[in-house]
C-alpha cells in the first residue's frame, strides 16, 4: 500500500484539518499519516481556540514518520507561524520528500485572514518552491500573484504569475463567484481547466483540505498530476453530492460516500 503524510492542524469536529485528510486518503486507497501543526477546538459554527505545537515538536513527529514509514506524498495543510514553516521545509528538504501537494491555508471564503503576515513570506520562500503543485483558492491567489481575480481570464494570468513566481504547479480553485465550480491547472508548459457543476449544498466545511489530500493520495499512487487532480475532483463533488447534512453551520461533507460491504452497513 502507498503512503500519504498530511501535515496541518487537527478539527475537533473532524470535518477539514488532518481528520478529513486521513479519512480521504484513506478512502482514496492509501495508508495516510500525521504530523499535527496546531490542535483547534472548532465546529461547523467556527473555531473558539488555537494550540500551536512548538517547533520542536513537529520535528520529532516528522523525523517519526520518514524514519519508519516513508511517505510516498506529503499534504501540507494549515501552518500559522514562520518558525513551524521553516521547521517542515528543513525536514521535507533534509528527506527529499517527493510528490508534495501544499494547501495555502491563508484566506477563508468568508475573507478572514488565516495565517500570520509574517508567515506569508516564509511560506513563499520557504515551502511553494518544494511544492509539485499547491492549491489556493481565488483570494489565495490574488495574494500570491498580487492581482485581482474577476474573470476566467484573470485567472489565467494569475495561475502563470504563480507557476513562474515559485517553480511550481499551481491548481487554481473556482468558485468564489469566478467561473462556477472549474478549475484551472497551469504548469510551467500548460494550461488545463477541470470543469465541474456546481453543488448546491451550504455543507462545504474542508473541501479544500479534502481535494488537497485526494491529489496527494494520487500522486503516491502513481498517477501523473493532471489525472490526480481530475480524480481528487470527482471525489469530492461525489462526497458533496451525498448530501450529509451535520452540525448548526456549515457542516462536513461525506468523506466516506464510496465505501461499501459489511463493515459499512447500517443496523436493521
Request: one cysteine or more.
Amino acid at each position: 500500500m502507498k503512503t500519504a503524510l498530511s501535515i496541518a492542524g487537527s478539527d475537533s469536529s473532524a470535518g477539514a484539518g488532518i481528520q478529513a485528510d486521513l479519512k480521504t486518503m484513506t478512502v482514496n486507497g492509501v495508508y495516510g499519516m500525521t504530523a499535527i501543526t496546531a490542535l483547534t477546538a472548532q465546529n461547523t459554527t467556527g473555531v473558539t481556540a488555537i494550540s500551536e505545537v512548538s517547533p520542536e515538536f513537529l520535528a520529532q513527529q516528522l523525523d517519526a514518520v520518514f524514519t519508519d514509514i516513508r511517505p510516498d506524498a506529503v499534504k501540507i495543510g494549515m501552518v500559522s507561524s514562520p518558525a513551524l514553516i521553516e521547521v517542515i521545509a528543513e525536514r521535507l528538504r533534509f528527506y527529499q520528500a517527493e510528490h508534495i501537494v501544499v494547501d495555502p491555508v491563508m484566506v477563508a471564503t468568508s475573507g478572514a485572514r488565516l495565517i500570520r503576515p509574517e508567515a506569508v513570506d516564509t511560506l513563499t520562500r520557504e515551502l511553494l518552491p518544494l511544492a509539485e503543485v499547491v492549491t489556493p483558492n481565488i483570494p489565495e491567489a490574488e495574494l500570491l500573484a498580487d492581482c485581482t481575480i474577476d474573470s476566467p481570464a484573470a485567472m489565467e494570468a494569475a495561475g502563470r504569475t504563480i507557476a513562474q513566481r515559485y517553480g511550481c504547479a499551481v491548481l487554481l480553485k473556482g468558485g468564489h463567484s469566478v467561473n462556477d465550480a472549474n478549475d484551472l491547472l497551469v504548469t510551467a508548459d500548460s494550461a488545463r481547466w477541470f470543469t465541474g457543476k456546481r453543488i448546491a449544498t451550504t455543507n462545504t466545511h474542508g473541501t479544500g483540505c479534502t481535494l488537497s489530500s485526494a491529489i496527494a493520495a494520487n500522486l503516491a499512487k502513481g498517477f501523473a498530476l493532471p489525472e490526480a487532480v481530475q480524480r481528487a475532483k470527482d471525489y469530492l463533488s461525489g462526497a458533496l453530492a451525498a448530501g450529509l447534512d451535520l452540525g448548526k453551520g456549515s457542516g462536513p461533507m461525506d468523506h466516506g460516500w464510496t465505501l461499501q460491504g459489511i463493515f459499512a452497513q447500517e443496523a436493521d
